[in-house]
Structure formats: C-alpha cells, structure tokens
C-alpha cells in the first residue's frame, strides 16, 4: 500500500543551498504533479508530467527543475534555495485524464 | 484565469452540528469540481467530485452539490464529529491534465 512515497519528510537548507525532493509512485500512474503549500493557501501547482520524458510548467515553476526519466519517480530540484521557497512539498499522481489523483504525506522544508 | 474561492476559517462547531463550508468558483469552460480534506500531517485526500453541471458528490455523508448557475460547490454535512476535524480545500480541474487548481482551505474544528 505504497501510493506515492515522498523524502525527506523534513529538511533545513540554508540560503544557496541546493537539493533534491525525491517522489515515488507505485501505481503506475502515467501523470505526476508537485504542489507547494504555504501557510493558510491553497496548493499551486509547480511541475507537473504526463509522462516519462515529458515535464510541464505549472502556476510558480521559477527556482525549480524536474525530470521524469522512469514512470515511478519524479524528483524536483531546487536550485539556490531562498527563503521565499520556505513551504510544504506535495507529490501526486494519477492515471490519467479524469482519474482520481493521489497525493503524498508532504516534505516540509525550511530554507534559513 | 480559473480562481477558486471557498469561505475563510476556522470553523468551530459542536458534536452533531450541521456543517457549510461555501465554495465558489470563477471557469472559462466547464470545470470538474472537487473537495479534498487534509488530516493533521497528512497528504489530501479526495473526498467528493461532481463532473458536471446539477451532479451531487457524496462521501462519509458529506455531499455538494454542482451549480453552475451560481458557480458554486458547497460542502455539506448533517451531523459532524470530532474525527472530521481537518482542513478541506475546494478545487476545480479544466483541462485534460487533471492540473487543480485550489482555494485556500477552511479549516474545521468538531469539539465534543
């Protein structure tokens, strides 16, 4: 009963620092999505793939970097960590088109 | 651009009461509704969808109901209790890479 596994499920970066979100999915669910959550707002969409090889833009993609090289995993990048990307993380993934989508526990992540 | 916007918390209620959590939203097209809830330190998980216009979504007896005339999809239940305490989030999805987009989240508290 896996679903979509996230790690870490929390980290401290400083200012400048970079890393790597990792998210796994074991559905084998063609589309996968990162959210950011900040705090009393709704998730915005960052990234978002329909498919291994294929990455999208979403609604605040600047600061960050995906890749969708299997059908499993989708890791987002950032790159230069800033305050301002100080947030919760959510991975999801669903099977297509009109399907339900499943999200992951979260990464909280701080940047200081 | 598609907005949602869903009535600001939190919400305090009793054992037993009767729960509306409004929800409205702003479409070019026909949208797909969707309410999701998010237990502390949990991911979101769906709890009811209506795809078009007049259908009602129903789940763990909470129902809303689609209305296009007044652009809304607003969050019903007749009797809550301490367990539906949580945070719910309304969304809705236009194109076909099921992207949602979110309000800001109302959270609920059930006090015995």
């Known amino acids: 009963n896996a679903g979509v596994t996230q790690t870490p499920k929390f980290r401290i970066l400083k200012i400048g620092q970079s890393m790597t979100l990792q998210c796994a999915q074991d559905?084998?669910?063609?589309?996968m999505y990162w959210y950011r959550q900040d705090p009393g707002m709704g998730l915005k969409l960052i990234y978002y793939?329909?498919?291994?090889?294929?990455?999208d833009k979403g609604e605040v993609p600047n600061g960050y970097n995906v890749s969708r090289s299997t059908t499993e995993d989708f890791p987002l990048r950032l790159e230069l960590a800033a305050p301002s990307q100080t947030s919760v993380y959510f991975c999801?993934?669903?099977?297509?088109?009109?399907?339900?989508?499943?999200f992951g526990e979260g990464s909280w992540l701080t940047v200081v | 651009g598609n907005s949602v916007t869903q009535m600001e918390g939190p919400v305090t209620l009793s054992e037993e009461a009767f729960l509306t959590i409004n929800c409205t939203y702003t479409?070019?097209?026909?949208?797909?509704l969707f309410w999701y809830v998010q237990y502390p330190g949990e991911g979101l998980q769906l709890l009811l969808k209506?795809?078009?216009?007049?259908d009602k979504g129903s789940n763990k007896g909470f129902e809303a109901t689609y209305r296009k005339e007044t652009t809304s999809f607003h969050l019903e239940k007749g009797s809550v209790q301490v367990s539906d305490s949580a945070v719910y989030f309304c969304?809705?999805?236009?194109?076909?890479?099921?992207?949602?987009?979110f309000g800001a989240g109302t959270r609920l508290a059930v006090h015995p």
């Open positions: 999801a993934s669903s099977r297509g088109w009109g399907n339900t989508i499943y």
């Open positions: 559905m084998n669910h063609n589309y």
């Open positions: 793939s329909v498919g291994a090889g294929i990455t």
């Open positions: 479409a070019t097209g026909y949208p797909s």
């Open positions: 209506a795809t078009k216009a007049d």
């Open positions: 969304a809705l999805s236009e194109d076909g890479y099921n992207k949602l987009i």
